[in-house]
Antibody
């Protein structure tokens, strides 16, 4: 069974840092691009970042570029999101998602259950 | 940046009725648009990709259409489990999501 399990969320003060992890299983992790998508309380979905499976290329939303870093460890089948200089507006559920292959390459076909990040003093 | 505008924000319908959801893009997407379903407290699920292709395991009552800037998700006959929020997303290395349409029970 294909599965993604996020961890690392919690309460952090403004200006602080946090690292999220996403453990993948049930598929060949290194073959797929992986994303982070967030959802603020009561709001819609916002794409955050993606890292390719092949060459490690990374892309970021303007709202997090320069503050967040996406990375992956293919030997551990794990995706990471290092978040720094956190702001109240970063408060959200953070989902890890797998991108598809060939016809669904740019779409997210498997999602984790999410981990909650709260930025507050 | 491509802006996706979904309408209506809320759709109130009864089980068995037909639901028609709209997603309009600020510039042409060709056929490169997806639809996701999200139930309360759950992660999103991919329904439709490239405007009209159902993802694996998605029932035939869900269909997508459109190209260019105007896209539609149709649920032919609402089942109780279909009452949820729906989001569109463009195909890009910097994707955006629409603001969502909530389909609620009338």
């Amino acid at each position: 069974e294909v599965q993604l399990v996020e961890s690392g969320g919690g309460l952090v003060q403004p200006g602080g840092s946090l690292r999220l992890s996403c453990a993948a299983s049930g598929f060949t992790f290194s073959n797929y691009a992986m994303c982070w998508v967030r959802q603020a309380p009561g709001k819609g979905l916002e794409w955050v970042s993606v890292v390719s499976g092949s060459d490690g290329s990374t892309y970021y939303a303007d709202s997090v570029r320069g503050r967040f870093t996406i990375s992956r460890d293919n030997s551990k089948n794990t995706l990471y999101l290092q978040m720094s200089s956190l702001r109240a507006e970063d408060t959200a559920v953070y989902y890890c998602a797998k991108r598809g292959t060939v016809t669904t390459f740019y779409y997210m076909d498997v999602w984790g259950k999410g981990t909650t990040v709260t930025v507050s003093s | 940046e491509i802006v996706l505008t979904q309408s209506p924000a809320t759709l109130s319908l009864s089980p068995g009725e037909r639901a028609t959801l709209s997603c309009r893009a600020s510039q042409s997407l060709s056929s490169y648009l997806a639809w996701y379903q999200q139930k309360p407290g759950q992660a999103p699920r991919l329904l439709i990709y490239d405007a009209s292709n159902r993802a694996t395991g998605i029932p035939a009552r869900f269909s997508g259409s459109g190209s260019g800037t105007d896209f539609t998700l149709t649920i032919s006959s609402l089942e109780p489990e279909d009452f949820a929020a729906y989001y569109c997303q463009n195909r890009s290395n910097w994707p955006t999501f629409g603001g969502g349409t909530k389909v609620e029970i009338k």
